[in-house]
């Protein structure tokens, strides 16, 4: 590699490193501001300091299973006398933060599927940022060739939404009227993708029915819909949840993959919420792929997984 493009490479890694150094602020501080003074003076370690980890890892909302696992593991190093001072508690931490998050540091590739497109389903709760992740996925496979379905069909504003997306981002829409048969819309945005011969099919999904049951049922249809129209077709159902819900959010991964069998989680507002931790809650408890994250509200500021640059983000020194 030349020595400009190399440059140019290392200014975009150190960029998004800054971007996700910031989104993480918030969890960062609550995670660690402190703990440096708390331990200063001390001229041994002891449960106590353990016992103020477990309190900012239980505030962030890492979990209490989760909690549990990372001080029982911090407190056998104590007790081998590996644990001297600050750093080798956070490098410790560090080390045991990677590796529950390894196994879900999975991040979504599209290649040739099987039969185009490769439809990406999303679900999710009103509210969570769901039409602003298809429009960020929209941009993200851009390249490959994509096509949104409008199949939340029971919010009048959700089909505008994508619509505005699909303006924003030069893709075609497929959309019913207020009402329609989400199934059905899903279908023709199926032979409007292969008729294009576009590689990815971006689906929208009802966030909320009159009752939980109508939801799953409602996504379930979807996904019949899909066999229906071709076995082949692959689909990657993305649930996206919201970090700012915290402990909720592992209510929603368990109804949604009960229901429809979730593939990957793209976690939103990480800039947003100090509640950061819950990625590790749900790593711990689901092992789905983490697929995305989100940092902000441009465009560009969805972005890929990767466990650890996650973890030292979260970790870094203001």
Avoid: C
Wanted: charged share 25%; glycine share 10%; hydrophobic share 50%.
């Amino acid at each position: 590699m030349s020595a400009q493009p190399r440059k140019q490479t290392e200014a975009a890694e150190a960029g998004l490193w800054d971007r996700l150094r910031l989104a993480l602020g918030k969890t960062r501080a609550g995670l660690t501001a402190g703990l440096d003074d708390f331990i200063h003076g001390r001229k041994v370690l002891d449960g106590a300091v353990l016992e103020e980890v477990e309190t900012r890892l239980l505030l962030a909302d890492v979990g209490v299973d989760t909690t549990r696992a990372i001080i029982d593991r911090l407190t056998a190093r104590l007790q081998r006398g590996e644990l001297a001072d600050l750093p080798a508690v956070v490098n410790a931490l560090r080390a045991h933060m990677i590796e529950l998050l390894a196994p879900v540091d999975a991040p979504l590739f599209v290649f040739s599927a099987a039969a185009r497109p490769f439809v990406i389903l999303v679900v999710g709760v009103n509210g969570v940022g769901k039409t602003t992740t298809i429009g960020k996925l929209a941009r993200y496979f851009h390249d490959q060739g994509v096509v949104l379905a409008a199949g939340d069909t029971f919010r009048a504003a959700a089909a505008e939404q994508i619509q505005h997306w699909g303006r924003q981002t030069g893709v075609p829409v497929i959309a019913q009227p207020t009402g329609a048969d989400a199934a059905a819309v899903i279908f023709d945005a199926l032979a409007a993708s292969r008729a294009r011969d576009a590689g990815v099919l971006i689906a929208d999904t009802a966030g909320r029915l009159h009752n939980k049951r109508n939801l799953m049922e409602e996504l379930r249809k979807v996904r019949r819909a899909i066999g229906k129209f071709d076995p082949l077709v692959e689909v990657e159902t993305l649930l996206v949840i919201d970090a700012g819900t915290g402990g909720n959010a592992v209510s929603q991964v368990r109804e949604f993959h009960a229901a429809v069998g979730v593939t990957g989680l793209v976690i939103t507002k990480l800039d947003g919420s100090a509640r950061g931790g819950v990625v590790f809650a749900l790593a711990r408890e689901f092992a789905l792929p983490i697929r995305f994250i989100g940092l902000g509200e441009k465009a560009d500021d969805l972005r890929p997984f990767a466990a650890e640059p996650f973890v030292n983000a979260l970790l870094a020194e203001d």
